[in-house]
Structure formats: C-alpha cells, structure tokens
C-alpha cells in the first residue's frame, strides 16, 4: 500500500515517475487519460500535474544544470513550482521528449545517445527522492518513419546518421538505463498493444490503488474504433461482463478485429528505401528484441 500523506517542503522521500516516451507512442493521449482522474488520484496523495507545469521548467533547470550538482534546495524549489499543494505522495510527469527531441533520436549514429546523461541529471533534480522510469516501445519499422516526419530540413540518412536501422534495439536502452539507473524500477509496454492495456497503464504509471475505479480506461479504443463498434462493445461489457483482465482483453482484440478504423490503424509509409522486405525484416528483429526485454530481470513488461 502506498503511502499518501508524505510531504516534500523539506519532508520525507516522494514517489516520482517519469513517462518519458518513447516519441509517437501515444503518450499525449495517456496523459489526458491521466489528467482525466487527477482529482480522484489527488485524493490518494497522488499528483498529476498539466504538463505546462513542469515541461519547460524541468528542460530549462537541466540544461542549466550541465554536468554540475544543483543547488541544496533546488528539489523543494522545483516542487513548489510544479504542485499546487503541500502534500503529496507520489508525482506524475509525462513527456515523449523527456530523452530528447526527435531529431536528435539517433545523434552521433547512437540510439537514444543522450539517455545515460538526462537520467543522471533528472535524477540529480530530486535526489533520495524514489524515481520510477516508464517507457513504450514501438516496432522500428514504423517508428522511424513517425518520428522522421517531426524532423525538418534534414534527409532520412542525415537523421538516421550512418545509424543501421537494422541495429535499432530497445533492449540496449533497456540496458543502459539499468546500467546508469539500477535502483530506478523500469515499466515498459510495446506501443502495438496499447488499446489492450490501456487501462493497466492508467494504474500502473498513476500507482494508484488497484481498486479504485479509473476515468479513461478506453480512451484510445474510442479513437481508433467506429461510433457503431464502440456502442456495441460496451453494450457487450454491460450484458457479458468479463471475469479476468485476459477475458476482458481477448473482448477487446475481438471488437477492435470487426470495427477499427483503417485509416486510424493502417498507416502509410513513404521513405526511400523503406521497402515491404525491410519493414517485415525490423519487425523480425522487433519481436525478437520484446521477447528478450520482457524476460529481462528488474523490468516490469506489460504484455496484452
């Protein structure tokens, strides 16, 4: 059980937990899910917080910070920014860029290059504090696609810089972080299967009680179902309710199988070179690379 009357002026440890992307998985979409039950998890000591209160301030003090310690009372001074209130147990922060922009995904031909430096220095802002990392995953063969498109003025090689695409493993970030990190508990989920476990991921980054009932558990099912699949589906809950998590999954795959929408599921990909051999060949390697992550010792998988 949680505790839910720390205090952070000065006070005893806080639970922080960062959802830091990766970019386009979805993460703008949890986090309004999340910020849907931020009055009802506020009730539990649990702080959800508009990102306008602490995206820019947390960059802004990190980039300052460089390779030095902050002040002593740098921790107390960023939490009198960021929460309304004095009490807190747990704080919440979500950003698919908290590792770094897009266009710097693949600096210097690394993989998130630049994530041993900005854990050591996020880390570095709430020091004693208990930090947790959470991160989705997302199947190379689209993902670089997605993310090159939020680069500009630069070619698909001057992005990529000599990086293989081939060579793209989340397992050696996985890795890393648990290298820079050991004591930071790691979730990390496969963007594909989200609409499964959206609900999960509510609970699981918000830490809140397991029975207490959340707002938004099929936000992105709403997004990517039709109106017509959507009414069916929960008319199905209410008269078929199911029994285990698995059941209710197995109603989801089943509803999202009959009435999804193409255009929110199907995308179109259009980079030189990305050819359907390639694709088929990363998403090989993708699988291959999940299953080794999901048996990885200290991290915390959610599988559909």
Request: with cysteine; hydrophobic share 40%; proline share 6%.
């Amino acid at each position: 059980m949680r505790p839910t009357t720390l205090t952070h002026n000065g006070g005893p440890t806080l639970q922080i937990a960062y959802h830091i992307g990766a970019s386009c998985t979805d993460g703008e979409r949890l986090l309004k899910s999340l910020l849907k039950n931020a009055d009802a998890f506020s009730q539990q000591g649990i702080k959800v917080p508009g990102p306008g209160k602490y995206r820019r301030l947390l960059r802004e003090t990190i980039q300052n910070l460089g390779d030095s310690d902050p002040a002593p009372d740098t921790r107390d001074i960023l939490l009198d920014a960021i929460l309304d209130e004095d009490s807190a147990s747990r704080l919440v922060m979500s950003h698919a860029d908290f590792i770094c922009v897009p266009r710097r995904i693949f600096d210097n031909g690394n993989f998130f290059e630049l994530i041993e430096m900005k854990i050591t220095r996020l880390r570095k802002l709430f020091p004693g504090d208990e930090i947790e990392l959470h991160l989705a995953l997302r199947d190379p063969a689209t993902f670089v696609p997605a993310v090159f498109q939020k680069v500009k003025g630069a070619t698909l090689a001057e992005f990529l810089n000599g990086m293989d695409p081939r060579d793209i493993l989340w397992s050696n970030v996985v890795h890393r972080i648990q290298a820079i990190a050991p004591e930071m508990p790691l979730t990390v989920w496969c963007n594909e299967d989200t609409p499964l476990i959206w609900a999960q991921l509510i609970r699981e980054i918000s830490g809140v009680d397991p029975l207490t009932k959340i707002t938004g558990g099929f936000d992105l099912l709403n997004a990517i179902m039709s109106a017509e699949g959507m009414k069916r589906f929960v008319s199905y809950l209410k008269s078929h309710p199911p029994q285990t998590e698995v059941q209710k999954r197995r109603i989801i795959a089943a509803f999202l199988d009959k009435y999804a929408l193409d255009d929110e599921i199907e995308e179109e990909i259009d980079l030189p070179g990305w050819t359907a051999e390639l694709m088929d060949e990363l998403t090989q390697i993708y699988e291959d690379d999940v299953f080794e992550i999901a048996r990885m010792s200290g991290v915390n998988f959610i599988a559909p």
